[in-house]
Every structure is written in structure tokens, then in C-alpha cells.
């Protein structure tokens, strides 16, 4: 959503000139309004989360921020410890893990600082470190699927402990209308899984809608989370003006990100391998694991004498004498009974520490080649402009016929710039180092045409598909093997997840 238009339908105040300007970094507000602010306007607000690394903040028009503070940032006492809460600026921390960042926001902490409650106790360290990623059933995949997020799945099954799965659930929450090749798109994509070198003796996959457990640590977590953070995502007021042609009006679509956290925390990753667009997703599930872990993770009081306890109770109001030879069973009680700001208020003076539930995964974030389409645009299935794992040397050889080149260079003798041209990103990624270059300079100086350069990507794509198609072709003649792979799969998962959920289920003392 443009400046301009949330201040035309939300607060009224924006000056023109406000939305005049463009910045590709931006921050935004991540509180129900959905502010989003232009690198060079400055403007700060509790609520602000910084995007990219850009550093937006302070003070440029106070009236702007008293507004968005009044709208957006009421004060959040229910959100545990509450000196974590309402600092400035989201600050990302980046740092390197073999190749891949590690992303990190500390929400509302200039500092991060070293008693930042960080709930890693019980993050799953078994073997490798645990990471879990979902796909939407799209069908076929293309090769900007291929390059955005499956190369690096099966790079990272040989490093980490991977669980990976079929979001079913999540395309019935923006596609309930049209689910007509739901069942076959997820053997399709699956299908293309195993062909690209996904293998189910390192990695486990399975399908979302196959494990209950989602669903009810979704309807927990739905228990104790706030409208307001739903719908303050970035992408949920966006796709609810945006999307026109479907219906999105629904519960589900207001719950997709928090049925997110239920498939993350459910398997307790360190990581969670996805693109930029899903870093809110993770951060929103860091903030609803935290919130669980303090409504519902076990107090372990810390080490004190009677006397102690009674001095530790004055400095807090309202706070009653405990009956003498009993000050911890009272305190612990005492404790669990109360509200969450109370209990933030115990465990900023030190109560104990909490025996969390869940972990607060990461984000792993791949840097994925842009791969344009052949329209230039992004390649997406629904532009009409991608090639699939699955299409021939004829298909190939025709989509680049019509694929775009630089749109400057008009004839065969005019001079190209490779850098603007998408059959040259298909060279980057699919053609060896002398041909890259040979082209970066030919092109530039005439030396070689388009036909003749589209034919030789044409020939590296289809070499680069063809083991990929030949893998494909047992699970083409047998379909089944693709469903029984995932139910093994499912069985795999479904024991991690019946684990979290008795867990879950005696903390929130459910009847056993
Ligand atoms: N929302 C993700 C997407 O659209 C899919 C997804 C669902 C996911 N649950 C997940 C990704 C859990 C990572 C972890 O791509
Ligand atoms: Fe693009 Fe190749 Fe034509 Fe240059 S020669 S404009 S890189 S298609």
C-alpha cells in the first residue's frame, strides 16, 4: 500500500509530497495500520520495523507519529517482559553461517542485550540441526522455483536434519473457491521434489493436511494471540486490497501466518530456510512461540531463603504475605494464576527463569538469482512467462524464441547490454564460465545474435533438465510411489508432532 493511500483512508495527515517520493528501501509499520514510510521521511515509531537494512527512523513529522503511536501502539502490557517491549527501532542482525544469513530481529531493544530472554532451551539439537520449510502446492515447478528455493533444500539435507512439506492448508486459505487440482498439483510438485534430488532417505517430506497436530497447535496459539498482530502483517492488508479476482475475506486468510508458526514450532527447527518475502512470517511466529512460553512454559524459581522471598514480595504492590513455611509453593501458584503483565512484572525482578516450550527459530535466508520470466518480468506461473522442469527441447527452444532480449538492441548489427537482457540470466545460471563470458563480450560488440545466443541457452537449459526429467520418469509410470514416499514421510513427522503435542497439551493441562 502506497503513503498516499494510507493517509487518504486512515489518518488524513500526509503531506503530498510524502508519497511523491520513491525509495526502493522502506520501512514499515508493524502495528494495524500498516504504515509504510519512505527511507528519506524518517519517521519513527514504536511500531516500526525497518525493512532491508535500511535505517529510517527519527522524528520527522511528530504529529504523523503521535497519530501512529495513538493508532497503532497502545501500550502492550500483556506481553511479557515488558521492558522488551516499546524500544524504537527493530534492529537486524545479520550474520554468516556457511554461506546463508542468519536473520534476527530483536524486536523493541535498541541493544540486544545479554540477558535478552532467547528461548533456545528446547530447540531440537539431537542430531544436525533441525530446519523446516513448506511449499504451496503450485503444481509443475518452474526454474525460479528450482533456483529460489529447491536448489538450496537439497543442499541443505545433507547438512541439516530437513522436514520439508506440502502447505495444502495454506493454499485452501487464499484458494478455497477453485480446488479442483489441489491433490494433483501436490504430486506434481512433489514429483519434482524427488526429480531435483530431494531425497527421502536424508530429508523428510510430507503433506500438511495429512497431520491433525497442525491444526490444533494452531487453534492454541489462536487462543493467545492478538488481532492486532495478525493484521498488522505486511502482506494481509496488501493482499486484501490487491487480490480482486478471488476471495480472501476469511478467517483463514487472517490465520495463515499463525497456522505458519503451528507448522515451525510444531518440529522445534534452528532454522527456517525460506525467501525474504517470508522473513514476518518467522518473526511473528518468534513473537507467538514467546508468548506461549510465557502463558504456558513452567516457572523454575530461582534459589531463595523465606526471608528472601518475603523482602523479593514487598517491592511489589498488592503483593500479600505469603503463609509462613510456604512462600514458594504461594509464589509459584501465585504466579501461574496471574495475568501476563503480572507475570512479566515477577519475571523482571527475577522471579526464576522459564522452562520454555518452543524455540525461536531463525530464518535462513538464501540469496536466490533473480530469474526473469520471458516477458522479463519475474518467473511465475501465473505471468504465463516460465519454463517448467518438465518442458522438452522443443518447448524450450520455442519459449525463447519469444523470450525478451535487450529491448534496445533492434537489429542483428545494433550492440547489446547483456546486463539488461533475461536470456543473459539464464546464461548466469545455466551455461559454464567461458560461454558467460564469451557472450558478455560478443553481445556488446555485436559479435553474436540473439538467435544464435538463445539457441545455446536453450541447449544448456534443456542439459541442465534432462537428468532431472530422467529421474522423473519411474514416479511418471508409477504414480503411487510418490504418495507412499510422503506417507513414510508423514509417519516421520507425525512423531515429532504427536511428541510436541503431548508436551503442549500437559503444559496447557488439557485432560490427558
Ligand atoms: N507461507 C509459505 C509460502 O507461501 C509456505 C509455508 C507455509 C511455510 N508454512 C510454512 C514456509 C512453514 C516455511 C515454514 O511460501
Ligand atoms: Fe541478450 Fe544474448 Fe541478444 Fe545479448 S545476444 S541481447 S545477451 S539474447
Redesign the pocket.
Known amino acids: 500500500m502506497s503513503i498516499g493511500s494510507f493517509f487518504g483512508r486512515g489518518l488524513g495527515l500526509l503531506p503530498q509530497d510524502f508519497a511523491a517520493r520513491a525509495c526502493k528501501q522502506s520501512a514499515t509499520c508493524t502495528m494495524a495500520c500498516s504504515l509504510t514510510l519512505r527511507r528519506e521521511q524518517e519517521i519513527s515509531c514504536e511500531s516500526l520495523s525497518v525493512s532491508h537494512e535500511c535505517d529510517a527512523r527519527v522524528n520527522a513529522n511528530s504529529r504523523l507519529l503521535a497519530k501512529c503511536r495513538e493508532h497503532c501502539c497502545p501500550p502492550d502490557t500483556s506481553s511479557p517482559p515488558s521492558r522488551f517491549w516499546g524500544g524504537y527501532v527493530t534492529i537486524r542482525n545479520w550474520r554468516n553461517s556457511g554461506g546463508m544469513q542468519v536473520f534476527r530481529t530483536y524486536r523493541g531493544l535498541t541493544k540486544p542485550t545479554k540477558d535478552y530472554p532467547r528461548q533456545m532451551g528446547n530447540i531440537e539439537t539431537a542430531q544436525r540441526p533441525r530446519i ?5 502446492p503450485s503444481g509443475k515447478l518452474h526454474l525460479g522455483n528450482l533456483v529460489g528455493a529447491l536448489q538450496n533444500w537439497v543442499k541443505l539435507q545433507d547438512e541439516y536434519d530437513s522436514f520439508h512439506f506440502v ?1 495444502d492448508w ?1 493454499m485452501l486459505t487464499t484458494g478455497y473457491e477453485n480446488t479442483v487440482d489441489l491433490r494433483q498439483d501436490t504430486w506434481e510438485m512433489v514429483t519434482d521434489w524427488l526429480a531435483c534430488g530431494l531425497d527421502p532417505a536424508k530429508a523428510t517430506f510430507f503433506v ?1 493436511s495429512r497431520l491433525p497436530e497442525h491444526a490444533e497447535l494452531h487453534l492454541l496459539f489462536s487462543m493467545v494471540t492478538p488481532l492486532s498482530w495478525l493484521e498488522r502483517v505486511p502482506t494481509y492488508k496488501e493482499q486484501l486490497e490487491n487480490i480482486r479476482d478471488h476471495d480472501i475475506n476469511t478467517y483463514g486468510f487472517l490465520g ?1 501466518p499463525l ?2 508458526a503451528a ?2 514450532l510444531m518440529y522445534k527447527p534452528r532454522y ?1 530456510p ?1 525467501g525474504e518475502d ?1 522473513i514476518p ?1 518467522v518473526e511473528l511466529t518468534r513473537e507467538v512461540a514467546r508468548r506461549f512460553n510465557q502463558a504456558f512454559g513452567k516457572l523454575h524459581l530461582k534459589k531463595r531463603s523465606e526471608q528472601e522471598w518475603i523482602a523479593w514480595g514487598t517491592a511489589i504492590r498488592n503483593f500479600a504475605r505469603p503463609p509462613a513455611g510456604k512462600a514458594e509453593q504461594f509464589i509459584l501458584e501465585n504466579y501461574h494464576r496471574a495475568s501476563l503483565d503480572v507475570r512479566a512484572d515477577y519475571l523482571n525482578r527475577d522471579v526464576g527463569t522459564l522452562d520454555p516450550l518452543f524455540p525461536e527459530p531463525d530464518v535462513l535466508l538464501t540469496s536466490s538469482p533473480r530469474l526473469p520470466g520471458s516477458d522479463g518480468r519475474k518467473m511465475s506461473k501465473s505471468y504465463n512467462n516460465a519454463i517448467f522442469l518438465t518442458d522438452g527441447p522443443e518447448v524450450i527452444s520455442k519459449k525463447l524464441a519469444v523470450y525478451m532480449t535487450d529491448p534496445a538492441r533492434k537489429r542483428r548489427t545494433d550492440p547489446g547490454d547483456p546486463d539488461v537482457c533475461p536470456v543473459f540470466d539464464l546464461h548466469k545460471i545455466f551455461s559454464g564460465g567461458d560461454l558467460i563470458s564469451r557472450i558478455n563480450s560478443e553481445c556488446r560488440t555485436a559479435a553474436i545474435g540473439c538467435v544464435e545466443c538463445k539457441r545455446l541457452a536453450a541447449q544448456n537449459v534443456n542439459a541442465f533438465l534432462a537428468p532431472i526429467q530422467e529421474r522423473r520418469k519411474p514416479y511418471e509410470q508409477k504414480p503411487e510411489l510418490v504418495w507412499e514416499i510422503l506417507e513414510d514421510g508423514t509417519k516421520k513427522a507425525r512423531e515429532v508432532a504427536q511428541k510436541t503435542m503431548a508436551e503442549v497439551r500437559r503444559a496447557v493441562n488439557l485432560a490427558p
Open positions: 523446516l520449510s513448506g511449499m504451496r502447505a495454506h500438511q495463515y497456522l505458519q507448522d515451525i527456517v525460506v517470508q512470517h
